[in-house]
């Protein structure tokens, strides 16, 4: 069964240092989400990607964040500069045309030191 | 104000108990979703309804538009079915809106 897969599992970065978490959405999907989720917290929404742009964005996805889709399979969440207040589970999603079920990713742990 | 709420926020049962989670949203929505969240983090698609009940194995979902109510239902309840059991809704954009989600933890 075809599945959303995200890598890495788990990354850590000091402070101020830039990171990608990259995504493999299902192969005929046509939008892309990433969310996250602080320790304890509930699943915030992030930004949404459909035709090579931004759909929608929230409040937390400031300059400081990024979204590509750099070729054909992947795609891709920046943070310039991280903070330790972006310490959390991001999670990627995808979904088909016509669909409305979100199909999550297994989720990148990220931790800034 | 969350724009979704669930009650309760952690819930034991024992083994083969009838469990409901319920679920209460304030905004206009497309669809309403109930997702599984495993100890280890991922999230799985339970059901997506926009009216009426859905059934799958041992779990049913149903929806009240005009109350914007919704709630999940576990029959014979097992301990495989430990984890945290989300609500959450799309209105007149596709992204989710969240609820924070009922801590279901079943006892042998």
């Known amino acids: 069964e075809p599945e959303v897969t995200q890598t890495p599992s788990h990354q850590v970065t000091q402070m101020g240092q830039e990171v990608i978490l990259r995504c493999v959405p299902i192969?005929?999907?046509?939008?892309f989400y990433w969310y996250r989720q602080i320790l304890g917290q509930k699943v915030e929404f992030l930004v949404s990607f459909y035709n090579n742009e931004i759909s929608e964005k929230s409040e937390i996805f400031d300059d400081q964040f990024s979204v590509e889709r750099p070729d054909g399979s992947n795609f891709t969440l920046k943070i310039r500069s991280t903070k330790l207040e972006d310490s959390a589970m991001y999670f990627c999603a995808s979904r088909g045309q016509g669909d409305n079920e979100q199909f999550f990713g297994p989720g990148t742990r990220l931790t800034v030191l | 104000k969350n724009e979704v709420e669930q009650s309760p926020q952690n819930l034991t049962a024992q083994e083969g108990e009838f469990i409901t989670i319920n679920c209460s949203y304030s905004v206009g929505i497309s669809a309403l979703h109930w997702l599984q969240q495993h100890p280890g983090g991922g999230i799985v698609s339970l059901f997506m309804l926009s009216s009426g009940k859905k059934k799958h194995g041992r779990l049913i979902a149903t929806i009240n538009i005009q109350e914007k109510h919704s709630s999940l239902h576990i029959t014979a309840s097992h301990p495989r079915d430990s984890a945290v059991y989300i609500c959450a809704v799309t209105g007149n954009t596709d992204k989710l809106i969240f609820g924070t989600g009922t801590r279901l933890q079943v006892f042998p």
């Open positions: 192969s005929n999907h046509l939008y």
